[in-house]
């Protein structure tokens, strides 16, 4: 997939089905990240979560690709794609994620995926995919600042309760996200091979990063063995894998019709998800310095992705 034909210029538009795809992996995914805390709460690791998740969705897409006759090709140039946009979008990321919401909370954790978009921006402006404007540099300045806040404001009110509810180093881990996000947005959109369906794209992605992940947990222990018992990690082992096959079908569908700007928007409503499910589920509540990042961070969103 050419350039060209892999992202939206500021004159052209998605199709209609895009928003669609927008709301329905981001609320997945969102999902997903508050599961993971509540799987640390009976006793299923982040990282044994991501790799069932993955390996779980990656069949189920594999199986739904080939009934549909598009069976993931094993070419060196599929390989390729498959373990790249792997790593970068989901194994380095989603591990992160996982982990940094059994550590500091499915809301905060869910905070830094707005930066994803400003983020995915500046390397498409980087890689010629999109052109600079002052408004959407202006964006990107405010949605840093909003980070910074999040992860600098506990140090410099020495409140000892915030950085032991909420540790620097895993906060500022979980702000490392976007910056995987935003590569594999880009990768995606740029070495998408040509002719290939997006179903197999994304079975081929989520079981190459089942497959990397699979040595770490378990030489880290960590490898949680599902069973047939009614068991409550097995009952979120099983919701994280539907959520995440109904998910990456549209994650790959978005890919394929938008580009990776219009893309990152889906970091959005994984906020949102993520921030209400730690709310109602959670009970977990968020100091005050955080609502102001917030509206800088989103303000920032809103500046640069304005005119797509």
């Given at each position: 997939?050419?350039?060209?034909?892999?992202?939206?210029?500021?004159?052209?538009?998605?199709?209609?089905?895009?928003?669609?795809?927008?709301?329905?992996?981001?609320?997945?995914?969102?999902?997903?990240?508050?599961?993971?805390?509540?799987?640390?709460?009976?006793?299923?690791?982040?990282?044994?979560l991501v790799f069932w998740q993955m390996l779980g969705a990656g069949l189920l897409?594999?199986?739904?690709?080939?009934?549909?006759?598009?069976?993931?090709?094993?070419?060196?140039?599929?390989?390729?794609?498959?373990?790249?946009?792997?790593?970068?979008?989901?194994?380095?990321?989603?591990?992160?994620?996982?982990?940094?919401?059994?550590?500091?909370?499915?809301?905060?954790?869910?905070?830094?995926y707005p930066l994803s978009p400003v983020a995915t921006f500046a390397l498409a402006v980087l890689f010629g995919m999109d052109r600079a404007a002052p408004k959407k540099i202006f964006g990107l300045m405010l949605g840093f600042i909003g980070a910074l806040i999040i992860i600098v404001t506990p140090?410099?009110?020495?409140?000892?309760?915030?950085?032991?509810?909420?540790?620097p180093l895993w906060v500022a881990l979980a702000?490392?996200?976007?910056?995987?996000?935003?590569?594999?947005?880009?990768?995606?959109?740029?070495?998408?091979?040509?002719?290939?369906?997006?179903?197999?794209?994304?079975?081929?992605?989520?079981?190459?990063?089942?497959?990397?992940?699979?040595?770490?947990?378990?030489f880290t222990d960590n490898l949680y063995v599902p069973d047939l018992s009614g068991s409550s990690a097995n009952k979120i082992l099983l919701v994280s894998i539907l959520l995440s096959f109904i998910g990456f079908i549209a994650y790959f569908e978005l890919q394929r019709i938008a580009?990776?700007?219009?893309?990152?928007?889906?970091?959005?409503?994984?906020?949102?998800?993520?921030?209400a499910f730690g709310f109602f589920l959670f009970g977990e509540s968020l100091q005050w310095y955080v609502w102001g990042a917030v509206a800088l961070i989103f303000c920032g969103l809103y500046m640069v992705s304005k005119s797509k």
């Open positions: 997939m050419t350039t060209e034909e892999s992202s939206l210029t500021s004159s052209s538009k998605p199709p209609l089905q895009a928003p669609l795809y927008v709301l329905i992996f981001g609320i997945t995914f969102g999902t997903t990240i508050s599961l993971a805390k509540l799987g640390a709460q009976h006793g299923l690791s982040p990282m044994a897409l594999a199986l739904t690709a080939s009934l549909k006759g598009q069976r993931p090709r094993l070419a060196p140039r599929h390989l390729r794609y498959y373990v790249i946009a792997g790593i970068l979008g989901n194994a380095f990321p989603t591990t992160l994620s996982f982990m940094a919401a059994s550590k500091i909370g499915a809301g905060l954790a869910g905070l830094a140090l410099l009110l020495g409140n000892t309760d915030a950085l032991d509810a909420a540790p702000f490392t996200v976007p910056l995987f996000l935003a590569c594999g947005n880009v990768y995606r959109s740029r070495d998408w091979p040509p002719g290939t369906g997006s179903l197999p794209l994304a079975a081929g992605m989520l079981l190459a990063t089942a497959l990397m992940l699979l040595p770490v947990v378990y580009g990776p700007v219009y893309f990152s928007q889906i970091s959005y409503f994984i906020t949102l998800t993520t921030m």
